[in-house]
């Protein structure tokens, strides 16, 4: 039997996988705004983290990357995305230096001696 529980599990699970992206930083960065912020996220932002994810990546990097981005429209779909885009600007205050990179995330930035 589907419940909303049930569903939001796995539209959970389908958007986690949707964010596995080819660019490293962008790859952590969702991945980090998907353990702390996907289980309070409204419908709206759901809707609009879905829209979101079909960008090229280095489109979407290109607009994390604008710190002052603040979108005109007042629709509740571009508000839903000025929402996103702000969780995720709250995710990464030191930036995303390679020296910044987490070592959870597998990688190392050090060269082998």
């Known amino acids: 039997m589907l419940n909303a529980e049930n569903l939001r599990d796995a539209e959970q699970r389908r958007l986690a996988w949707r964010c596995r992206r080819g660019m490293l930083e962008l790859d952590i960065v969702l991945q980090r705004f ?24 280095n489109e979407f990097w290109t607009i994390l990357q604008m710190k002052n981005l603040h ?41 082998p001696a």
């Open 71 to 111: 979108l005109k429209s007042q629709d509740s779909k571009t508000k839903a995305q000025q929402s996103i885009i702000d969780k995720i600007h709250g995710l990464q205050p030191q930036g995303l230096s390679p020296q910044n990179i987490p070592a959870e995330a597998g990688y190392s930035c050090v060269k």
């Open 34 to 57: 998907m353990a702390q912020h996907f289980n309070d996220l409204t419908l709206d932002e759901l809707s609009a983290l879905d829209v979101m994810l079909a960008l090229p990546d």
